[in-house]
């Protein structure tokens, strides 16, 4: 079953932890905005030391609350990394099976569909367009619903094999090259 995430705007975050600097802030929002157990962070230690002892000591728990099919998970993780345009992940999944993927994850929740605010352009048979601008089509962007979700699906899953191995470093090197 997929567990409901209650999601946080930053304001509040900022409200429940006034003492931490901005920056701390940030990367601690970034990573668990979404994540259910808010009050077992250790806000003294930095988010990686926090990330190592709640996210990879319990991984097959929080793993279990992501109760999705292996396409929908390798949609999510293609989602996270790549540029979040709506059939961007056509290219490594199958299309009707992508787009039946995304309509699921839209209907659970754990994606929103951002309209594109860009205009379609006009053609006119008359007047010839330049090559590379032949192709473009118009798309709208795909939003995770909260931040934990992004961050599991960007640097957990992708490395799972190595967390269930306990080889924590190599994916903390991984989590600190990219963060």
């Known amino acids: 079953m997929l567990y409901k995430r209650k999601n946080i705007k930053f304001k509040n975050f900022v409200d429940l932890h ?7 802030l940030f990367d601690f929002y970034s990573v668990f905005e979404g994540f259910e157990k808010l009050n077992i962070l250790n806000f003294e230690d930095d988010v ?23 396409t929908s998970s390798y949609a999510l993780t293609l989602l996270a990394k790549n540029n979040r345009k709506r059939f ?8 009707f099976k992508a ?13 929103k569909l951002e309209y594109s605010k860009e205009a379609k352009k006009i053609k006119d048979k008359r ?15 795909i ?30 090197e991984c989590i600190k090259e990219k963060f």
């Open 88 to 95: 961007s992940i056509n290219r490594k999944i199958q299309h």
């Open 48 to 70: 990686f030391t926090n990330i190592e002892r709640i996210l990879f000591d319990d991984y097959l728990k929080i793993k279990s609350y992501f109760a999705l099919d292996e």
């Open 127 to 141: 007047q010839k367009i330049k090559k590379e601008l032949r192709s473009y089509v118009v798309q709208d962007k």
């Open 143 to 172: 939003i995770f619903s909260n931040q934990f979700t992004r961050f599991f699906f960007y640097f957990l899953k992708p490395n799972e094999k190595l967390i269930l191995q306990n080889r924590y470093k190599e994916v903390l």
């Open 99 to 111: 787009l039946s993927t995304l309509k699921y994850l839209l209907e659970t929740g754990i994606i």
């Open 18 to 24: 006034k003492n931490l600097s901005l920056s701390k």
